[in-house]
């Protein structure tokens, strides 16, 4: 997995509104949440929450599919998993040389 797109799922995260949308998609499993829901549980405006859905879709940490008038959300697991897997693959191996900078 690329570095960056790591780094850009992990800042996307950063912000507390977009890991709270975040967490409540995993939450709400593989069906999501219509906008709407993720809008009532967070009483945020629907402007503000339009902006932060972007950044997490942009970052593919979350999926948007339109089902007739309404937008549903779902959280991509694959993506985390893949951020999880990248943070905790050198796990416990040993550090062979540390560099001074």
């Known amino acids: 997995m690329e570095l960056e797109l790591i780094?850009?799922?992990l800042s996307e995260l950063g912000h507390?509104?977009?890991?709270?949308?975040f967490r409540l998609l995993v939450q709400a499993g593989p069906e999501g949440l219509p906008v709407k829901d993720i809008q009532a549980h967070l009483d945020i405006p629907q402007?503000?929450?339009s902006h932060h859905l972007s950044h997490?879709?942009?970052?593919?940490?979350?999926?948007?599919?339109?089902?007739?008038?309404m937008l549903i959300?779902?959280?991509?697991?694959?993506a985390i998993t893949q951020v999880l897997n990248f943070l905790t693959e050198d796990c416990c191996a040993g550090v062979s040389e540390?560099?001074?900078g």
Do not use: F, N
């Open 47 to 49: 402007s503000t929450l």
């Open 73 to 78: 959300c779902r959280a991509d697991y694959e």
């Open 16 to 21: 507390p509104v977009r890991l709270k949308a």
């Open 98 to 100: 540390i560099k001074a």
């Open 56 to 69: 997490l879709v942009s970052a593919g940490l979350i999926s948007q599919t339109r089902q007739g008038r």
């Open 7 to 9: 780094a850009k799922r």
